[in-house]
């Protein structure tokens, strides 16, 4: 499974660092991948990699005040979100799923089949 952590209330201008934690199989040979999803939307896709050869998309959507990195040694990755504004409102999600050799870029969301909890991110104005 996926443990999320880091959301929460943040005011405008303020940093989040959402956390992603695997627990029970490591992110080798895996595709992982953050999604957010706004109210009343379909879930989106921000960024993903593949672990084993560093292969990473990133969506144009992605402020670049939204950086992700990864602790090997602890199987968790991490959405740093600074500056975070009123439209960064948003449940978020990671995800992964063994990759075959494939292309993160090529997964759509229905093929990843471990799912964190979603975390909720609230910006006050």
């Known amino acids: 499974q996926l443990v999320e952590s880091g959301g929460g209330l943040v005011e405008a201008g303020g940093s989040l660092r959402l956390s992603c934690a695997a627990s029970?199989?490591?992110?080798?040979?895996?595709?992982i991948a953050w999604f957010r999803q706004f109210p009343g939307k379909k879930r989106e896709e921000l960024y993903c990699?593949?672990?084993?050869?560093?292969?990473?998309w990133i969506d144009t959507s992605v402020p670049g005040r939204f950086a992700v990195s990864m602790n090997n040694a602890k199987d968790t990755m991490y959405l740093q979100m600074n500056n975070v504004q009123p439209g960064d409102a948003a449940v978020y999600y990671c995800?992964?799923?063994?990759?075959?050799?494939?292309?993160?870029?090529?997964?759509?969301?229905?093929?990843?089949?471990?799912w964190g909890q979603g975390t909720q991110v609230t910006v006050s104005s």
């Open positions: 995800a992964a799923e063994w990759d075959e050799g494939y292309s993160c870029h090529s997964f759509y969301d229905y093929d990843y089949k471990t």
């Open positions: 029970g199989f490591t992110f080798d040979d895996h595709a």
């Open positions: 990699k593949n672990v084993r050869d560093g292969r990473t």
